[in-house]
């Protein structure tokens, strides 16, 4: 019984990746719907940012998603997941990610990984934690330097 609750919690995380990923094809926030994406996640989804980050914070519900990627969006230019390793036990997955991305208001490009602690109850995501190795070189990479001062 195990087995299918973690087939089916990897099916659910791979299939919101890749609509993820569609959205953020389409011109995602502010240009594609997301609803597409919305099914994957509870009405009350909870999803907390390292506040180091440009889009730090703690997101919640389905608005607080499209924020969220609103937010993102502004800071970053690209960014695609290129590999995951999956670990699925219960309720609990655990999303390690390789990201390259370019920022925004710098064209910096950045590659890192992140690391995602995942909650599923009824088929959908309730909570989301990632965790940077480096949220300083991260929100450096998304800042434009200031003007010098005359």
């Given at each position: 019984?195990?087995?299918?609750?973690?087939?089916?919690?990897?099916?659910?995380?791979?299939?919101?990746?890749?609509?993820?990923?569609?959205?953020?094809?389409?011109?995602?926030?502010g240009?594609?719907?997301?609803?597409?994406?919305?099914?994957?996640?509870?009405p009350?989804?909870?999803?907390?940012?390292?506040?180091?980050?440009?889009?730090?914070?703690?997101?919640?519900g389905?608005?607080?998603?499209?924020?969220?990627?609103?937010a993102?969006?502004?800071?970053?230019?690209?960014f695609?997941m290129l590999?995951?390793?999956?670990?699925?036990?219960?309720?609990?997955?655990v999303?390690?990610?390789?990201?390259?991305?370019?920022?925004?208001?710098?064209?910096?490009?950045?590659?890192?990984?992140?690391?995602?602690?995942?909650?599923?109850?009824?088929?959908?995501?309730?909570?989301v934690?990632?965790?940077?190795?480096?949220?300083?070189t991260?929100?450096?990479?998304?800042?434009?330097?200031?003007?010098?001062?005359?």
């Amino acid at each position: 019984m195990a087995t299918t609750r973690t087939t089916d919690t990897t099916t659910l995380l791979h299939r919101m990746y890749e609509a993820e990923a569609a959205y953020l094809a389409a011109g995602g926030p502010g240009v594609a719907s997301f609803a597409p994406l919305a099914p994957f996640f509870a009405p009350d989804v909870v999803l907390h940012q390292a506040a180091a980050l440009p889009y730090g914070g703690t997101w919640h519900g389905h608005a607080g998603m499209t924020d969220f990627f609103l937010a993102m969006s502004a800071a970053w230019e690209a960014f695609d997941m290129l590999e995951q390793e999956f670990l699925v036990t219960g309720e609990t997955a655990v999303v390690l990610t390789q990201v390259r991305a370019r920022a925004r208001a710098t064209g910096r490009e950045l590659a890192f990984p992140i690391l995602q602690m995942i909650t599923i109850r009824d088929g959908r995501i309730t909570e989301v934690r990632p965790f940077y190795w480096d949220t300083a070189t991260i929100a450096e990479a998304c800042t434009q330097p200031a003007a010098p001062e005359v």
